[in-house]
């Protein structure tokens, strides 16, 4: 039972129920009578919320990831490698850390590790396998031990298993009787098909013994199947399998680094497919990486868009809140109309993008495949739990727009009513804020010159933001200062329409640089996105095309035979010949003083005639030294390693190995041939599968050069001579990813600035209605006013694109000298793009509104009465 309460708790709590009722009143009023100044925040808070809810799923399926289990779906365990190298190192006034960086080249078993899970109770079975690459009918194919099979399990679908040593089992292209060549580590011999096999096509399955041969790696294993025993559990059959590898000290295979533990692996469920599809893990964990910066680039711009909308559209109302104010009401009524306002079209707009969510992350997912940029084998969940995850970004984005409105009214609700209803001037603390914030990101972009690789892009990328905002809070000025530019040539060639539309932006200047933030920001941010790569792939272009000398290459996807560079350079007519192949080395760095990993793509390259096909543009010792334990170091990475010729670097090759080979020539054109040269025999020797052989050849002076091509077609069987071959580039592995995912993401900003350009510009022109009207009524015409609009919309775009362009041009000029030693690139397509878009967009927001204004003969008129 409640107690009675007196009357001035009943008369309080009735004022209370009174305010809200005004509170609630007061939203619904102007949320009817506001609609299309609504109508561009509902459309930045349902794009926010998408994109929001898009990153979120793709960040999620990308943390659920993992390789495609197949080889080995029938096995309970898998034992293998540690295919993951790490660096520890102790930042500055801070614990120390560990850096972890996935291997993509085969981490190998010792061979002793077989007795010791056969030995394991409850193992029924441990089968050992091995993986290596055939050529078949000059195409690359996988060989293993037709004993392997059983571990996915494929099945005999013809024939019987191999029982010799020169007898195969296939997954298609031959029947049982048929006499094929292949050819394993250059050498051919000839087998019998006795089966054909389910499973993969391009597979090849030997006799055991055969296979371990040809495997080429004696005493050791690439992985080892583990059947379990009926009744044994997995969970119980992997503490036993590693607490007896743990006791028997196994470890895997290649000296490590110190620090860097290499313990055999035991893996389970999902963790069976890393060993077969070793480039998913890496992959995957560089994929969260760009997603995460990404996402937090496009939340900081939508913050920013979704900011400038709520306030334009609260601006445009300031006298009718100072109104407000001057007839009673108080500051929280006045906050709690406006959140309530808000929080109405935000709900709306928010469920709208979050059921467009999963849309855009099927759109996404489906743009990575169909561009390749995603590798094989990697499998990207998305479970039914996780599809409400964006309507948790949807709730966020309502605290978004409401935060945005309690800032944008909180000056309407503090000050007096007679002080709300005048327009503030741009005081001097928000002068002072935005040059400090263009001199922080200057210093920002200074610092990017003396960095390299990731720190510079961060760099860079800060210098872009910080300026950004220092525009944005100095667009007056800006304005301004604009103006004195334009004005003069505005008032000489523009007629009574440019005179008008010079005094407008001159007497305008906060309303105009309400109007250039937009601009600025899709201008600088689409700019320094599209640029700092498009900078790296033309300057590594055009080194490729300098370094290339060759005029011919011998190719063969399936392997070269054995001795064919000896061969090739017997050919008559030939003047050098240079085998290459690609690879990766991971270098362990401090940044900062926080440890890092980075995998490096290299070359790996026979010295002899180097010169004379591949031109590195050696400015310090010789490459003609290059042999295993020694390597070429790119100018930019020989200056950050402090290397020389006669010193030495660390370096771990692809599978983890350690090694610190001496230095014999510093080079120049490391953006196409990638920071390290090595030895072509010591980076096969850590490579899993080294993928089809090329040779560069070059003709001697003189020769014919297509006699010479037939005459290394005669000496290669099985190969293909290209004429004029494409320069060597080496690439990152996730080159393709990138692209698409940052062309994903300026589209994105994009959209966001058009729709922040759009909105501002129409409301400040539906703000100017009664101007325009009481222009008419002075006696300007519609044709000089329609004038005036034009000129002022192309004020605004190229003031808008200038300061843009200047904004994106600092951090890209540190950026460029940095990482190319060049200017910045952006191609002219992309260019010309964002100036159409800048212009069609501020035209539209411009003219489009006004028409109301202009319709008829007389102001006020209807068109039918005009």
Known sequence: MSLPRSKGEQGGAGAERGGVRVTALLASRAARTHRKAWAAVFAALALTSLLLGSFVLALASAGLGHARVERYAAADLVVTGDQETRFTAKPWGSDPQTARAGLTERVRVPGG??????????????????????????EAVTGRAWDAARLAPYELRDGRAPRAADEIVVGGGARPGERITLRVSGADAAYTVVGTADGPRAAVYFEAAEARRLAGHPGTLDAIGVLAEPGVGTDALYSRVRHALDAAGIHSVGRRADGDSAKVRVLTGNGRGGP?????????????????????????????????????????????????RAVGAMPRQLRGAVGREVGRVAAFA??????????????????????????????????????????????????????????????????????????????????????????????????????????????A???????????????????????????????????????????NCTASATRLGAALTPIILVTAFAAVQLAGGATLTHAGQGQAREAMRADLAVRADGGLPGGAVERIRD?????????????????????????????????????????????SGVRDGSLRALRPGTVAVGGDRARS??????????????????????????????????????????????????????????????ADRAAVARALAAAVPGARVEQDPAPIQVEPEDQTLVEVVTVAAVSAIGAFTVIAVLSTLSLITIGRRPELRLLRLAGAGRRQLRRMLRLEAAATAVTGLAVGAAVASVPLLAFSVAMARTVPYLPPVQGLVIVAVVAVTAAAGTLAPSWAALRGRYPGASPSGG
């Open 350 to 459: 928010s469920l709208l993008g979050a059921a467009a969510a999963l849309p855009a992350y099927a759109g996404l997912r489906g743009l990575l495949e169909a561009r390749g940029a995603l590798p094989p084998g990697l499998e990207l969940p998305l479970p039914p739990w996780l599809w409400p995850a964006p309507l948790v970004t949807a709730g966020i984005t309502v605290l978004i727009a409401r935060a945005a409105a309690w800032i944008a009214c909180a000056r309407a609700a503090k000050l007096r009513p007679a002080e709300a209803l005048r327009e503030p001037a741009p005081g001097t603390p928000r002068r002072i804020t935005g040059l400090v914030l263009l001199a922080l990101g200057a210093g920002s972009a200074g610092t990017a010159v003396l960095q390299s690789g990731q720190a510079a892009a961060m760099a």
């Open 641 to 702: 390693l402090d290397a020389r010729p006669g010193s030495t670097v660390t370096l771990r090759f692809g599978d983890g190995t350690e090694a610190k080979p001496r230095v014999v020539a510093v080079y120049e054109r490391s953006l196409a041939l990638g920071d390290f040269l090595l030895s072509r025999d010591e980076l096969l020797a850590h490579t899993t599968m080294p993928g089809p052989g090329r040779v560069l050849v070059t003709v001697a002076p003189g």
């Open 113 to 138: 590790a077989l007795g010791v899970v056969r030995k394991v109770p409850g193992v029924r079975e441990a089968v050992a396998d091995e993986v290596f690459q055939v050529g078949r009918a000059g």
């Open 276 to 324: 077969e599809f070793l480039a998913v893990a890496p992959a995957r964990a560089g994929m969260l990486e760009l997603l995460a910066s990404v996402a937090a680039t496009v939340v900081l711009i939508a913050l920013l868009v979704v900011s400038s909308t709520v306030v334009q559209a609260l601006r445009q109302r300031s006298h009718e809140l100072g109104l407000l």
């Open 461 to 503: 990328g800060t210098a872009a933001v910080t300026m950004v905002i220092g525009c944005a809070l100095l667009g007056p000025w800006i304005a301004t200062g604009a103006m004195r530019v334009l004005g003069a040539p505005l008032r000489r060639f523009g007629g009574p329409g440019g005179r008008l539309a010079a005094a």
């Open 571 to 615: 050919v008559p007519g030939v003047r050098a010949a240079t085998d290459v192949v690609h690879g990766t080395v991971v270098l362990a760095r401090r940044e900062a003083g926080e440890p890092r990993l980075d995998r490096l793509p290299v070359l790996g390259v026979t010295p002899k005639g180097l010169p004379h096909t591949l031109d």
